[in-house]
């Protein structure tokens, strides 16, 4: 069966999902949303260097709408926007349908994390379109629920699973996640939007949530900390300068709590520069890479390092976010109404070979 896809945002993860969507032969982009008049009118194949496809971007929401596809594949900008995303959200779903999502990240486990006048809209659209929502990302994703559940799975007991993202950003070409969300460049003294009170544990309250779904526990808590270090000295990174004694190192964890024991974690270590905190774990390979650490009988440590012929770490996850969204719009479009999880999909795997019909993988 071939599908009908849209793919909605064309950014640091929309490019390389459109690019995925016009290979694979199970898919057929029948349109594209794009959120500025620079690409409006566009082809899609001109938006990711590829050959003319005969689908041209819009701005116009109304006309995605009419197209009725199977699925959007949406990977807009939400951090700064999370009430217009919803809505959004809302609309393809009320429209009967269904999406798979880099973002909102909360909406991967959304239970007991974010409050209802936030989620009932977008379950009651999904129950009135008779559609499915998958928000998915590699923060969150799949070293974050696929990896430790596979490891929990042969365990007799578990004590506490972490995961962990270890990652150098200096690449990662983003000015408004960079420097007004997280922080980076900014006075030691100023606190971003991601540090302010609950927003971490808004963020990443459904990994440690769905970790605790898929053991069966029931949490107290969730609770978040954080440490920050200063740049050493003035020095540039993609999304632009910064300055000596501005922000230059964040690590943080959400905590999901049992009583006063942490059972499941989220830690990001995150550097601009690999001399940053040098007493912070480091990755398992030069740039970046993914740990998954579990505590109990047996105790387990699983690093999953990212690169790619075609660029560094951060293209390489790029590519992975994308790909588990476009992977999965076969098992959403076939799954029942409403949010669905990684515990209610089977499996998502690739095209391969045979199903691309040549000789390579790229």
Wanted: charged residues 20%.
């Amino acid at each position: 069966m071939t599908y009908r896809v849209v793919q909605w945002g064309t950014g640091n993860v929309g490019q390389h999902s459109l690019a995925g969507v016009i290979d694979d032969p199970r898919l057929e982009l029948v349109g594209v949303r794009v959120s500025g008049p620079d690409k409006d009118g566009h082809d899609a194949g001109e938006l990711v260097s590829m050959a003319p496809t005969g689908i041209l971007a819009t701005t116009d929401t109304e006309r995605i709408l009419a197209l009725k596809p199977d699925c959007v594949v949406y990977t807009a900008m939400t951090d700064n926007r999370l009430v217009e995303a919803l809505e959004e959200l809302r609309v393809l779903l009320a429209a009967g349908i269904n999406v798979v999502a880099s973002a909102p990240v909360f909406l991967q486990y959304p239970w007991d994390v974010i409050p209802d006048e936030l989620l009932v809209p977008v379950e009651k659209a999904a129950a009135t379109g008779n559609s499915s929502l998958f928000v998915n990302g590699i923060d969150p994703g799949f070293a974050n629920d696929l990896l430790p559940m596979a490891l929990l799975g042969t365990c007799r007991r578990v004590d506490q699973v972490r995961c962990i993202e270890i990652v150098d950003y200096s690449t990662y070409d983003n000015p408004a996640v960079m420097f007004d969300i997280m922080g980076f460049g900014k006075p030691m003294d100023e606190t971003p939007l991601l540090l302010q009170p609950g927003v971490l544990s808004l963020a990443w309250g459904s990994v440690v949530r769905q970790l605790a779904a898929g053991l069966d526990i029931e949490l107290d808590a969730v609770t978040q900390t954080y440490e920050r270090v200063p740049a050493p000295e003035t020095f540039d990174i993609d999304s632009g300068t910064i300055e000596k004694g501005t922000a230059a190192g964040l690590r943080f964890e959400v905590r999901g709590m049992v009583g006063e024991r942490a059972v499941t974690v989220l830690e990001h270590i995150t550097r601009l520069r690999a001399d940053i905190a040098p007493d912070w774990p480091q990755p398992a390979r030069e740039g970046g890479s993914y740990r998954v650490e579990v505590t109990g009988e047996p105790h387990y440590t699983l690093d999953l390092a990212m690169f790619s012929d075609n660029g560094d770490h951060n293209h390489a996850s790029l590519v992975g976010t994308a790909m588990r969204l476009v992977n999965a719009i076969s098992a959403v479009v076939a799954a029942p109404a409403g949010i669905r999880t990684t515990l209610d999909l089977p499996l998502i795997t690739g095209a391969g070979l045979a199903a691309r019909g040549d000789d390579r993988i790229s």
